[in-house]
T-cell receptor
Framework: GENVEQHPSTLSVQEGDSAVIKCTYS??????FPWYKQELGKRPQLIID?????GEKKDQRIAVTLNKTAKHFSLHITETQPEDSAVYFC????????FGAGTRLTVKP | DAGVIQSPRHEVTEMGQEVTLRCKPI?????LFWYRQTMMRGLELLIY????????DSGMPEDRFSAKMPNASFSTLKIQPSEPRDSAVYFC????????????FGNGTRLTVT
């Protein structure tokens, strides 16, 4: 089955800096790659997604890149703010999502 | 749209007791997923249904766990008998089958087994 690895497990940045989270997947048939943000005590919620026919997607301060050949994808957050502090999960999907282990992002004011 | 609705929000029970978690998916969504979240193991897929039919239950940890979806608007996850290692947050999620679309998660049930 699909195996998704996510790095780093924790990330601390200063407000205004950029944050990058990287994921790799094993099944080349995966065709959908969502990213979820989970604030403490709350449910995971989608922040951005990308499909396998696209190499990059951007939404304001958030961007995702996908390299199908290398089977890795990344989340980029620019101009980070304290409210970006949360756990971020990547996922790779064919029919159902397989999640990475999560990255705890802390943005220091 | 009220989103995915789970109940109860919190459940505290003693070891050996039966626990039933409930989920109402978003109307029109015909795929439903049960996940378990722990610090050690992250988000684990337990089982998912398409059109009320269980498709993949390979993530169900053992026979103590069972899940049903009697109709398109209701699903249950049952643990009998419960054990302390079952303590976790259980999320239900739904989406429209066959689409590359995101999961919509419920608010979860925090289960504590003492």
């Amino acid at each position: 089955g699909e195996n998704v690895e996510q790095h780093p497990s924790t990330l601390s940045v200063q407000e205004g800096d950029s944050a990058v989270i990287k994921c790799t997947y094993s099944d080349s048939a995966s065709n959908y790659f969502p990213w979820y943000k989970q604030e403490l005590g709350k449910r995971p919620q989608l922040i951005i997604d990308i499909r396998s026919n696209v190499g990059e997607k951007k939404d304001q301060r958030i961007a995702v890149t996908l390299n199908k050949t290398a089977k890795h994808f990344s989340l980029h957050i620019t101009e980070t703010q304290p409210e970006d502090s949360a756990v971020y999960f990547c996922a790779a999907s064919i029919v159902q999502e397989r999640f990475g282990a999560g990255t705890r992002l802390t943005v220091k004011p | 749209d009220a989103g995915v609705i789970q109940s109860p929000r919190h459940e505290v029970t003693e070891m050996g007791q039966e626990v039933t978690l409930r989920c109402k998916p978003i109307s029109g969504h015909n795929s439903l997923f049960w996940y378990r979240q722990t610090m050690m193991r992250g988000l684990e897929l337990l089982i998912y249904f398409n059109n009320n039919v269980p498709i993949d239950d390979s993530g169900m940890p053992e026979d103590r766990f069972s899940a049903k979806m009697p109709n398109a608007s209701f699903s249950t996850l049952k643990i009998q008998p419960s054990e302390p290692r079952d303590s976790a947050v259980y999320f239900c999620a739904s989406r429209l089958q066959g689409t590359n679309s995101p999961l919509h998660f419920g608010n979860g049930t925090r289960l504590t087994v003492t």
